[in-house]
C-alpha cells in the first residue's frame, strides 16, 4: 500500500517555484531516499509532507487521505527528524522527548512508557536526566530523533539526521533508522552523504529544481547511466593539473579532484584512456593507479543533474 | 489539554531560569529598597524647620474678626508659628524686610494683606496656607452667623466658631516612600513581562522547535493560547512574590483590597504579554527586545515608576497619560490609600481591553502566517 501518494505537487515563492509539479509515491514499509543539491526542492517537499507548508497546487495523500482535509490523522502518524536540531537546551533529555510526545495526547503512565522507550532506543536512556547542553553532538542528534519516534509514527521523515556528527554516532543513527524500519516504520530519508543512502535506501529519488528527475532503486538508478564511465587516477599530487585540456580530450564529460585522486567523467564508447593519462603526464603528474569505476549513484546523480550532490 | 501542556512547559522553562529570577525579583527588590530609602524625605509628611515668626496690625475690625485672630493666634502658637502685635509705629513691611520677622498681615474688615520675605519661602508658604485656612474658617462662620440671624433661629444653639469643623480627606492614608515604590516597581515589572513575551514565538523559531509544535497535532490557537497562559501566570508568580517581599520585608502597604490590586496587576501582565508577542511578531529579530526596552523604560518615567507623576507638567505631563504605568499606578495607589476599588476596576478594564486589542493582533498576525 502506498503510504504517501503525491500527484501535481507546487509550491512557490513568489515566482520562484520551489517545488514543480512533483508526483511521488512511498510504499508502506520502505526507506526512501530523497537526494539532491541544496535548493533541489527537497526540503520543502518534506515540509508540505508534515504540514509545515501549503502547496500552492497538487496533493498529498498519507494512507489513501488528503493531508489538507485529514491534517490531524496525518500528524498522528507522521514524525518528523528536523535538519537542525530541535530541542530545548534547559529541558533534560526525558523532559525534551515527554514534552514532544504529551502533544501527541499521551498522558500518565503511557507518556512514560512511550518515552523511556524512546531514549532507550537511540541509546539514551541512562542520560535521561541530563541537559542536552552537556550531551556531544552526536548525543543530541539521537535526541531528535527520540523526539520524533515516542509517539510511533508509521512514517518517519529524517532531514539529514547525520549532519555534522562523529562517524561512531553516525553509524548508531544508520542502525537505528534500519531499526525503526524493521520495526514497521516508513522512512523519507535525505542526505548529502551518497554512501548512507546507498546503504540503506530501498527505493531513492533524485530532486532537481523542483522536480523529481528520477527515481528507482539503486540498480534501476545505475542503470539509467550505461553511456558512461567514471575514470579514478591516483597521482602523487595534483598540483600544475590543467583540467581544461582534460576537459577538451574527445568523450571528457567532467573533472573533479578529490584530494590526490582525479575522478573523470567520460562517454563509454570512447577510448580515450591514452590521451588522458599523456595529458597528465605533459603536465607533470606521478601517476600511481589508474582504475575504471562501473557507474555509482554519485555518478548517476551527477550525470543527471550536471552538479555534485555537495554543490 | 494541549493549551495546559504547553503553558506547563513554559512555567517550568522560566522557574529554572536564574536570569528571569533576577531580572523579575531582585531587580524590582533592589530598586524599590534603594528608592524607598533614598527618597523617603520627597514623601515625609512632616519637615523640620524653625521657629517662624510673623508680625501683624489689626485696624478696623469687627469684635468678631478681632476675636477670631485671637483664637487663631493662640492655635497657631501651638505649632510653634509666632504671631506677634506689631509694636505702634513700626513699619510692619520694613520690619520683614529686615527679617525681623517671615511675614507681616494687616488683618481688617476689608480682608489681610500679607507681606512676606522671599528668603524665608517655606515659612512664607506655611504662614499663607494657615492664613488662607483661617480667611476661610472665618467666612464661613461669618456666613452661618449672617444665616441665623436672618432666619431669628437659634438653630442648634452652638456659637458659629462650634458649626465649622474640618476634616482632613486623607490625613491617615497618604503612601510612604516605600509604599509608593512598592506599588511602582511592581506595577513596572509587570509592564518588564512584555519582554520574556516578545520570545515567546521568535524563540521556537530560533531553537528550531517550531518545526515539532507545527508538525504535532496540535493547532496554532493552542500553541498561542499556551504561550499567553504560561507566561500570564510565571509573570503574576512573580508579581505576588514582589508583593509578598515588599510587605514582609520592607513593610509595603497593599491596604484592605489585594483582590483587586492583584486584579490590576494581573491584568497589566496580561495587557504585557500581548503586547510583548504583538512586537515580537512584527519585529522578528532581537530589535524586538530593544524596542521594549527603551519602550517600557519611557512608560515607566513618565508613569511614575522613579517619581510620583503630579510633579509632572507640560509635554511629559500629558505623554505620562498614555504610560500603562500611569493609570495602572493610580488604580492601585488610590484602591490601596483610598479604600476605593473603583480605580482598580477601572484600571483593570483598561488593561483587559488592551489585551483584547493586542492579542487580536498577535491573532491576525498568525492567522496570515503558514506555520506559527
Known amino acids: ?311 | 489539554m494541549n493549551t495546559l501542556h504547553i503553558a506547563k512547559k513554559e512555567i517550568v522553562s522560566a522557574l529554572r531560569n536564574k536570569s528571569t529570577f533576577l531580572f523579575m525579583l531582585a531587580f524590582p527588590i533592589a530598586l524599590m529598597l534603594i528608592l524607598g530609602l533614598a527618597l523617603s524625605n520627597a514623601f515625609s509628611g512632616s519637615i523640620e524647620i524653625g521657629d517662624i515668626k510673623m508680625a501683624y496690625k489689626i485696624d478696623q475690625a469687627s469684635p468678631a474678626l478681632a476675636s477670631g485672630w485671637e483664637s487663631f493666634a493662640k492655635a497657631a502658637e501651638k505649632n510653634g508659628v509666632t504671631i506677634e502685635a506689631l509694636p505702634s509705629g513700626e513699619d510692619g513691611k520694613q520690619a520683614v524686610t529686615e527679617a525681623q520677622y517671615a511675614a507681616f498681615a494687616d488683618v481688617s474688615d476689608k480682608g489681610i494683606a500679607y507681606y512676606d520675605n522671599s528668603r524665608s519661602t517655606i515659612e512664607s508658604n506655611i504662614l499663607q496656607g494657615m492664613l488662607t485656612s483661617f480667611a476661610d474658617r472665618y467666612n464661613l462662620e461669618a456666613a452661618f452667623a449672617s444665616a441665623g440671624a436672618s432666619s431669628r433661629n437659634g438653630g442648634s444653639g452652638q456659637a458659629p466658631a462650634q458649626l465649622v469643623k474640618s476634616t482632613s480627606l486623607t490625613a491617615d492614608s497618604q503612601p510612604n516612600s516605600m509604599d509608593y515604590y512598592a506599588v511602582a516597581m511592581t506595577t513596572m515589572i509587570a509592564l518588564y513581562a512584555a519582554i520574556n513575551a516578545s520570545a515567546l514565538i521568535e524563540s521556537e523559531r530560533t531553537r528550531h522547535t517550531i518545526v515539532r509544535l507545527s508538525a504535532a497535532p496540535v493547532s496554532k490557537a493552542e500553541i498561542f493560547a499556551g504561550k499567553v497562559l504560561g507566561s500570564t501566570v510565571i509573570n503574576a508568580i512573580f508579581i505576588v512574590a514582589v508583593m509578598l517581599i515588599s510587605h514582609f520585608a520592607f513593610g509595603a502597604n497593599w491596604g484592605d483590597h489585594p483582590g483587586h490590586v492583584l486584579l490590576v496587576l494581573i491584568t497589566e501582565v496580561l495587557m504585557a504579554v500581548g503586547f510583548g508577542l504583538a512586537v515580537g511578531m512584527i519585529f522578528r529579530s532581537k530589535a524586538s527586545h530593544s524596542f521594549l526596552l527603551i519602550f517600557i523604560q519611557i512608560a515607566s518615567f513618565v508613569g511614575g515608576a522613579y517619581f510620583p507623576v503630579n510633579d509632572f507638567g507640560g509635554f511629559i505631563g500629558a505623554v505620562s497619560y498614555y504610560s500603562p504605568l500611569r493609570w495602572n499606578n493610580a488604580g492601585v495607589i488610590e484602591t490601596v490609600f483610598g479604600g476605593d476599588t473603583a480605580p482598580a476596576l477601572a484600571a483593570a478594564g483598561f488593561n483587559l481591553a488592551g489585551a483584547v486589542v493586542l492579542l487580536a493582533v498577535c491573532t491576525f498576525l498568525i492567522r496570515r502566517r503558514e506555520t506559527i
Open chain 1, 1 to 311: 500500500m502506498n503510504i504517501i501518494e503525491i500527484g501535481g505537487l507546487t509550491k512557490k515563492f513568489g515566482d520562484f517555484a520551489a517545488v514543480d509539479n512533483m508526483s511521488l509515491t512511498l510504499k508502506e514499509g520502505e526507506i526512501f531516499g530523497f537526494l539532491g543539491a541544496n535548493g533541489a526542492g527537497k526540503s520543502t517537499t518534506i515540509s508540505m509532507i508534515a504540514s509545515l507548508l501549503r502547496p500552492t497546487k497538487g496533493e498529498i495523500k498519507f494512507l489513501g487521505k488528503n493531508i489538507a482535509k485529514h491534517a490531524h490523522f496525518a500528524k498522528m502518524n507522521i514524525g518528523i527528524v528536523p535538519q537542525d536540531l530541535a530541542i530545548y537546551e534547559d529541558m533534560t533529555a526525558f523532559e525534551n522527548v515527554r514534552f514532544f510526545a504529551g502533544l501527541y495526547g499521551f498522558r500518565g503512565s503511557e507518556l512514560k512508557v512511550r518515552v523511556e522507550e524512546a531514549l532507550s532506543f537511540v541509546g539514551l536512556g541512562d542520560k535521561h536526566k541530563e541537559l542536552p547542553k552537556n550531551f556531544s553532538g552526536g548525543m543530541k542528534r539521537r535526541l531528535n530523533i527520540a523526539c520524533a519516534i515516542a509517539h510511533r509514527p508509521k512514517l518517519i521523515i529524517m532531514d539529514e539526521p547525520t549532519v555534522g556528527i562523529d562517524p561512531h554516532s553516525r553509524n548508531y543513527i544508520l542502525q537505528s533508522v534500519k531499526e525503526l524500519n524493521r520495526m514497521g516504520c516508513t522512512i523519507l530519508y535525505t542526505s548529502h552523504y551518497m554512501e548512507e543512502v546507498e546503504e540503506i535506501c530501498t527505493r531513492i529519488a533524485i530532486v532537481d529544481h523542483g522536480k523529481i528527475i528520477a527515481d528507482g532503486t539503486k540498480e534501476q538508478l545505475k542503470a539509467i547511466i550505461t553511456d558512461s564511465k567514471e575514470i579514478w587516477i591516483d597521482v602523487k599530487s595534483v598540483e600544475g593539473l590543467n583540467q581544461e585540456r582534460l576537459k577538451e580530450i574527445r568523450g571528457v564529460l567532467s573533472v573533479r579532484i578529490e584530494e590526490q585522486r582525479i575522478k573523470i567523467q567520460s562517454r563509454a564508447e570512447i577510448a580515450n584512456l591514452n590521451d588522458i593519462v599523456q595529458q597528465l603526464i605533459r603536465d607533470g603528474m606521478e601517476i600511481r593507479a589508474v582504475e575504471e569505476q562501473a557507474p555509482n549513484l554519485e555518478t548517476v546523480f551527477l550525470t543527471l543533474t550536471g552538479r555534485n550532490l555537495r554543490d
